[in-house]
Structure formats: structure tokens, C-alpha cells
């Protein structure tokens, strides 16, 4: 069936450090790939996001990198700071429908 | 542009009890789609709508319901409440369907005593 693997649950890096966290879908028939953050209270927002013709791609310390292959695909935060901290939702989207499958979360804390 | 708007923000209802909330997406937005968040479950997909016809829909039980209107504006309805269906509950509006980045709500806290 659908469903979107994440890890870690919980992360915590020192800031300035890198932090990666991973996910692994199920169908191969997703083609788009969207990372939400989460601040406490607030609603998710797209962060970055990477569609399946797309190996990399990068938005100044966030990367993400997509394996269709394997069906991974990872966030990269290099230099993370104190906003850092949120938890983050790696999701999978069906080419023809506007049908969300999240992750389970990695709730990323950065050590001052 | 105003994004997508979520009504009410909170709300405390009674077991058994039925409850309607509404999602007004972005102007010109007419996919609409359903998330229940809750600490246990994470974000799980409801339903989706587009152009006033759901196209798909999770796996909830037939007490969650929703439906569009010719506005694109969308409302859910859950019946007979129980305690388990306390949570954040969000819609997400986008311009088409699929791969296209949809804008969130701030959601509808609910609670079930």
C-alpha cells in the first residue's frame, strides 16, 4: 500500500552542524516530493520539494536528494541554526492526485 | 493573496455529538484536500476534492464525510463523535491536482469530552 518511512523520529544537533534525515516510499508511482516544517502550533509549510525527474536540488543549507531506484530520498540542513528546530515531514504525492502521504515526522532539535 | 482559511480555529464537542468545519482555499485554488493530525497517528489524509467531486479518500470510517462546493470552498463533517477523533484537523489547497505544492490552513483544534 502507500506509505512514507521516516528517520529519525527524533534528531538533535549541535548548531552550525549538518542534520539528514531519511525517508523511503512504497509506490512508484509518486512523482513529487515535499518537506514540510513544522513550528509548534503553527501549520506545516513547504520547505523544498523534488520531483521524481530530479536527482538534487538545492535552496541555499537545505537539500534534498532523490533515489528513484531505491525510492529514498533525504533532507540535508547544513549549518543549522536555533530556527532550525521543528519537526520536519518528508511526504509522497501520486502523479494525478492531490493525495499527501506523510512521514511519520523527525522532530529536529539544535544544541546552542 | 489571501491563503487558505480554516473555520473555527477551536472547537469542544460532546461524544456522540457532529461537528462541520470549513476550509476556504486560495482564490483560484480548486483542489482541496483533508489531513487529521493527531501525536499518535501524525498526518493522515482524509480526502481530496476537486471541482465539487471527491477523488479520493483515506481510510477513515464513513463517519467523516466532506464535500465542495461550486466555490471550491470545502467542509468536512464528522457524526457521532468519539473521544479518538481528537485533533488537529487541516486542509490544503492547490492550483491543480498533483505534483504541485499545496498551502496548508492553520487547521481546527478539536476536541471530543
Known amino acids: 500500500g502507500e506509505n512514507v518511512e521516516q528517520h529519525p523520529s527524533t534528531l538533535s544537533v549541535q548548531e552550525g552542524d549538518s542534520a539528514v534525515i531519511k525517508c523511503t516510499y512504497s509506490d512508484s508511482a509518486s512523482n513529487y516530493f515535499p518537506w514540510y516544517k513544522q513550528e509548534l502550533g503553527k501549520r506545516p509549510q513547504l520547505i523544498i520539494d523534488i520531483r521524481s525527474n530530479v536527482g538534487e536540488k538545492k535552496d541555499q543549507r537545505i537539500a534534498v536528494t532523490l533515489n528513484k531506484t531505491a525510492k529514498h530520498f533525504s533532507l540535508h540542513i547544513t549549518e543549522t541554526q536555533p530556527e532550525d528546530s521543528a519537526v520536519y515531514f518528508c511526504a509522497a504525492v501520486y502523479s494525478s492526485a492531490s493525495k499527501i502521504i506523510f512521514g511519520s515526522g523527525t522532530r529536529l532539535s539544535i544544541r546552542p | 493573496k489571501a491563503g487558505v482559511t480554516q473555520t473555527p480555529r477551536y472547537l469542544i464537542k460532546t461524544r456522540g455529538q457532529q461537528v462541520t468545519l470549513s476550509c476556504s482555499p486560495i482564490s483560484g485554488h480548486r483542489s482541496v484536500s483533508w489531513y487529521q493530525q493527531t501525536p499518535g497517528q501524525g498526518l493522515q489524509f482524509l480526502f481530496e476534492?476537486?471541482?465539487?467531486?471527491?477523488?479520493n479518500k483515506g481510510n477513515f470510517p464513513g463517519r467523516f464525510s466532506g464535500r465542495q462546493f461550486s466555490n471550491s470552498r470545502s467542509e468536512m463533517n464528522v457524526s457521532t463523535l468519539e473521544l479518538g477523533d481528537s485533533a488537529l484537523y487541516l486542509c490544503?489547497?492547490?492550483?491543480?491536482?498533483?505534483?504541485?505544492?499545496?498551502?496548508f490552513g492553520q487547521g481546527t483544534r478539536l476536541t471530543v469530552v
Open positions: 490544503a489547497s492547490s492550483s491543480v491536482r498533483g505534483s504541485t505544492e499545496a498551502f
Open positions: 476534492y476537486f471541482s465539487e467531486t471527491q477523488r
